[in-house]
């Protein structure tokens, strides 16, 4: 039978042409998956023969909404067609960021309450890992200048099994050696103890500590969830040492874990909050520090950061259409609901299987943790069985689909997981 392709995608070249232009043209810094993508639209990928993959893994979380979501779709097409999409020099203002800044200013509960009502500022960037460095920028200028801490000997704690993202600074503190070695000198000031242990915490604050980095759960470090009490743990010490108290919520905020933020299963309020990834659903890079207007004013004045594209129009304005699409499809309900159905239904399966050693997670935020600890090896199983996952920390499945997945589309994966865990 003569093979049909069912669209064309981006080009007509064969996967085995793309496979040969990264291997001679790219560098090698990412383990793949036979897959050319094609095209990628709610919850499926397709490949250049048409069979589609369900993406349970949503680009870490980028694509919460779903890929190519019509309203932010919409809302960047108009952006490029009327002419407001391009870079403008940061020296005048755009009306995409002014409105950008403060529906993400409102999308959060007011940051480090304990200096008052003053509502939040927001600084926009690129990746993720550019708003982790804004982060700490933060965390350092506040010890500076407020705890008289002397320039350069600021410390901040963070936690073994972190992820914040691939600069120098940021590796200098990852416990992953193959992140950082060779990479050297490495970035000093930072002191990692164990994630969720909160006597650790309190056993390295010496005066010159500024601030306490912390993922509320770990989503590169194996999916992991700390003991109870630890994110209120962590509150507690901040505002008794006088710390700056920042959660990354990259991965794990908007909407992932069933919250629209995940340091609410605590209810604790930090004092800084970075989004980033599914901030803009995923379309362009976009990624913003949060945190109260007492704290953004007294660290940042004119010159002190910036970034050519960090806020520029047509992320404002994907930001904007996925804040939009965050509120009114009611995302985070979405994801606890849905959650909780897939994860007893995940431990269902885990009962029955030689290999499982522990499900975990909350909303749609699922690790399965395998005994053999070769979590990839069950990935590619899954592969050919039409799912996209991919391990974390080398021993955990990771279960992350957009949170628009629906019923169907969680009995497809319950099936395939069925098949690889049991047999
Ligand atoms: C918790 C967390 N922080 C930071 C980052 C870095 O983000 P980016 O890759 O967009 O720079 C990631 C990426 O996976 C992440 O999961």
Not at 227 to 233: A, D, T
Not at 294 to 314: A, C, E, N, Q
Request: proline residues 4%; aromatic residues 10%.
């Amino acid at each position: 039978m003569r093979k049909i392709n069912y669209f064309s995608g981006f080009s007509n070249e064969k996967d085995k042409t793309i496979f040969k232009l990264e291997q001679e043209y790219g560098a090698h810094h990412y383990e793949r998956i036979d897959l050319v993508v094609r095209q990628a639209k709610g919850c499926w990928l397709t490949d250049e023969k048409g069979r589609k993959y369900l993406d349970c893994l949503a680009a870490y979380s980028a694509a919460n909404q779903g890929h190519h979501h019509p309203t932010i779709v919409n809302a960047v097409m108009d952006a490029l067609i009327g002419n407001y999409a391009s870079v403008i020099s940061n020296v005048v203002f755009t009306d995409p960021l002014g409105i950008f800044l403060s529906e993400a200013a409102k999308f959060a509960p007011q940051m480090a309450p304990r200096f008052g009502n003053h509502g939040n500022k927001v600084l926009p960037k690129n990746g993720g890992v550019e708003s982790v460095e804004t982060a700490l920028k933060t965390m350092r200028y506040y010890g500076f200048k407020k705890k008289k801490i002397e320039d350069g000997k600021q410390e901040i704690i963070v936690f073994d099994g972190n992820f914040h993202g691939r600069t120098i600074s940021i590796v200098s503190f990852s416990s992953s050696k193959k992140y950082k070695e060779g990479f050297g000198p490495l970035t000093p000031g930072f002191v990692s103890v164990e994630f969720g242990n909160l006597e650790a915490v309190k056993k390295v604050i010496t005066p010159n500590t500024c601030g306490i980095l912390v993922e509320p759960f770990q989503g590169e470090g194996g999916m992991r969830i700390p003991p109870e009490g630890f994110l209120k743990g962590l509150r507690k010490l901040a505002d008794e040492y006088d710390l700056l108290l920042v959660c990354d919520e990259i991965q794990v905020g908007m909407g992932r874990t069933g919250k629209k933020f995940c340091f609410e299963h605590e209810d604790i309020v930090p004092d800084g909050v970075i989004l980033g990834k599914a901030l803009s659903g995923g379309l362009v890079p976009l990624s913003v520090f949060i945190t109260s207007a007492f704290i953004m004013d007294m660290v940042f004045s004119k010159g002190s950061d910036g970034s050519t594209f960090g806020g520029y129009p047509l992320a404002c304005v994907a930001g904007t259409a996925a804040l939009k699409v965050f509120e009114e499809e009611k995302l985070a309900e979405q994801s606890a609901q849905k959650g909780k159905i897939l994860k007893e239904r995940i431990e269902a399966i885990a009962r029955r299987s030689p290999h499982v050693k522990e499900v975990r997670g909350k909303g749609l935020f699922i690790g399965i943790e395998v005994k053999e600890g070769n979590a990839m090896e069950f990935c590619r199983k899954l592969f050919k069985l039409g799912i996209i996952v991919n391990d974390s920390h080398g021993h955990t499945i990771r279960i992350s689909p957009p949170l628009v997945i629906n019923e169907e589309e969680m009995d497809f994966l319950v099936e395939q997981l069925e098949k690889v865990l049991v047999g």
